[in-house]
């Protein structure tokens, strides 16, 4: 499976395109700021749990010629721009829940669409940690403050409890 991401600055989501996801069918979803934010809470939470490597055991983005693509299994090419989502908006479909289930080896998540079955992606361990780092990249792309964010899911505070008079 390869996949692309794209940040559209009008629509403040992130454009994530699928090829030969099932069957051979491409998708295009659109994500928000607090799904994707769930998706790197997630990918964080699987990635801290399994055993730590170096970044030199991490996968390389790969040169490719303009235009071009890496066709591997797991291959992601990350570009942004907001005028670079903005041909593809039709076909995009919008995301309405996002799950996610632990692997013995990583991390399955199950997005959910106006489509009878949810897209399910399932990230085990170089492909694990080449989405978490997409995740990152496009966050930091977008100018969302991912690690704040994190923060705040990490350490939720609880409402002040009120007395009545």
Request: glycine share 10%; charged share 25%; with cysteine.
């Amino acid at each position: 499976m390869r996949m692309q991401g794209l940040y559209d600055s009008g629509q403040d989501r992130i454009l994530l395109r699928l090829w030969d996801v099932t069957g051979g069918e491409d998708t295009a979803l659109w994500l928000t700021r607090r799904q994707w934010t769930e998706i790197a809470a997630a990918c964080k939470r699987v990635g801290a749990s399994t055993e730590p490597r170096s970044k030199s055991d991490r996968p390389r983005k790969s040169m490719t010629p303009a235009g071009g693509s890496t066709g591997g299994p797991g291959s992601a090419k990350s570009t942004g721009g907001p005028g670079g989502a903005k041909s593809t908006a039709v076909s995009a479909r919008l995301v309405s829940g996002v799950r996610f289930r632990r692997l013995p080896s990583g991390l399955r998540i199950e997005i959910a669409t106006e489509a009878p079955t949810p897209l399910a992606l399932n990230l085990t361990g170089d492909n694990l940690a080449f989405f978490a780092d997409l995740v990152e990249r496009l966050a930091a792309k977008a100018k969302w403050d991912l690690p704040a964010a994190l923060a705040r899911l990490d350490n939720p505070v609880a409402p002040k409890k009120r007395m009545l008079h």
